[in-house]
């Protein structure tokens, strides 16, 4: 019943919050924010929106098979947003843009344009809708046992809401709702490790003096260049995923281009950064502090890594107020990710597909359509099922975003025009061969790809874009 009523209390704070922010609404608040959000509050709650759910629930479990090596791609990150910040923002204010993706019709013209966009729209469905149905798995658990919930009424349910808080006033209320969910992320993120700490006997110090002796806690690997985890692969992923995950992402970008200057999306941009790595370390921490947790209480592990935090805190052994902080650390991260990806795709596809940015009913039947599309996608996520959705994710983006970073790219680093008639063939094409690519090389080497074949996949852009192009100064 506890459970229950946080869920309702939460949702109702953020009806209310998203209320009193803009009553108004219209469609420069749901797209812009009208450029008048704080720097400070924007870095701040987009650190929830990044982490989501699946990273809270995730990568205190990573630990478990890649030690702490996930920091060598959070170092990369760093990198990633000083490319954002200082090469990708400024082209963003100076062009004034609503949409990131029209800065491909100033460049192209309007079919790369809407090539770019399609396949964001398509990238940021399956990711955000991904990471949606792991959470509702969760929430569901945390309601199952009482009240006998059916997953798709969770799912509906926590979309409805999601629905209700961004129609009005999109954009605008979303940097406020990320800021209260990032807190309340973060909160019980904290709460949660001092409460494994004070089960282990220890004071803060000595739990960290643990977790730096651990076995798990290796951060770098530059012995085997065949693993995944290789430093220069993960260290490279980690900035290519940066710019095409931020840089080239509308969902991430549209709450920056909300700020009032360039320089405060500058500042927001580096201390958001900045501040990712050690929120990172401190889940992975809390990852090693659970494995001797589950060690001292004589607990079997969980088959799976995602289950390492959520399995000991649903099974009643950190006690209900630790039951009640991880419900809301799991509907913060939740809904920080989901609600500004519904808003990102609804503005793209009015504003790039429709063309219909001053349109406010038909961004409102926009809007419906998204929701109804995120609901589909998250239960066929659940119908189909998935093991390592996290990894599934970055597999996602290196098919998906590959196209992306090729067309920026090739705009801004040359002067040449393509046949745009060849364009959506293209960026067609380069994901189905990276994959013929890496099935075959698998094959007859043993050599698996990870995360570089993004860096691939826009290679491979950027070269079939050249191939048909011919030499003409543009902007």
């Excluded at 491909?104 to 149905?133: E, M, N, P």
């Excluded at 991260?333 to 503005?347: H, L």
């Excluded at 066929?380 to 990894?391: C, K, L, P, R």
Aim: contains cysteine; proline residues 3%.
């Amino acid at each position: 019943m506890l459970v229950l009523i946080t869920v309702i209390v939460y949702f109702a704070v953020l009806l209310l919050l998203s209320h009193l922010v803009d009553k108004r609404g219209g469609n420069a608040a749901f797209f812009t924010g009208n450029r008048q959000s704080p720097w400070p509050l924007v870095a701040f709650g987009m650190i929830g929106a990044s982490i989501s759910g699946l990273t809270f629930i995730g990568v205190p479990g990573w630990v478990t098979s890649i030690d702490m090596t996930y920091l060598q791609m959070c170092l990369g990150f760093i990198v990633g947003y000083l490319i954002v910040a200082f090469v990708l923002l400024p082209l963003y204010y100076k062009l004034r843009l609503t949409s990131i993706y029209t800065y491909l019709a100033h460049r192209f013209g309007s079919v790369s344009y809407k090539t770019g966009a399609s396949f964001f729209i398509l990238s940021k469905l399956l990711g955000a809708a991904a990471k949606f149905y792991v959470v509702c798995r969760i929430l569901q658990m945390c309601l199952g046992d009482s009240f006998e919930v059916p997953y798709i009424v969770v799912v509906l349910v926590a979309l409805l809401l999601i629905w209700l808080y961004t129609r009005r006033s999109g954009i605008r209320a979303l940097v406020w709702t990320d800021f209260l969910q990032t807190l309340c992320l973060l909160l019980a993120m904290i709460l949660i490790l001092v409460k494994v700490t004070d089960m282990l006997h220890m004071n803060f110090s000595e739990a960290m003096a643990t977790v730096w002796n651990d076995s798990h806690a290796k951060i770098f690997e530059f012995s085997d260049f065949a693993s995944k985890q290789n430093f220069w692969k993960q260290f490279l992923s980690g900035i290519f995923i940066v710019i095409v995950m931020t840089g080239l992402d509308q969902d991430m970008m549209q709450k920056n281009l909300t700020c009032k200057n360039l320089c405060s999306a500058q500042k927001d941009m580096c201390s958001y950064g900045v501040l990712f790595v050690p929120v990172n370390f401190l889940f992975l921490a809390l990852g090693i502090l659970l494995l001797l947790l589950y060690q001292q209480q004589g607990l079997p592990l969980p088959e799976k890594g995602d289950d390492l935090l959520s399995g000991i805190v649903l099974n009643g052994t950190m006690g209900t107020a630790c039951l009640i902080f991880f419900t809301i650390g799991v509907i913060a991260s939740a809904f920080s990710s989901a609600d500004s990806a519904m808003t990102a795709m609804t503005t793209s596809f009015c504003v790039d597909i429709l063309g219909k940015e001053q349109d406010e009913k038909m961004r409102k039947r926009v809007h419906f359509g998204m929701f109804l599309a995120f609901f589909l996608v998250t239960l066929a996520f659940n119908a189909i099922g998935s093991g390592s959705v996290m990894d599934l994710i970055y597999t996602l983006v290196s098919y998906t975003y590959g196209p992306l970073l090729g067309l920026f790219a090739f705009g801004m680093f040359t002067k040449c025009q393509p046949r745009e008639k060849y364009v959506p063939y293209i960026a067609i094409a380069s994901p189905l061969i990276c994959y013929v690519i890496d099935a075959a090389v698998l094959q007859f080497t043993g050599y698996k790809f990870g995360y570089e074949m993004l860096m691939f996949n826009g290679l491979l852009t950027f070269m079939g874009l050249w191939a048909v192009s011919h030499r003409k100064i543009t902007i």
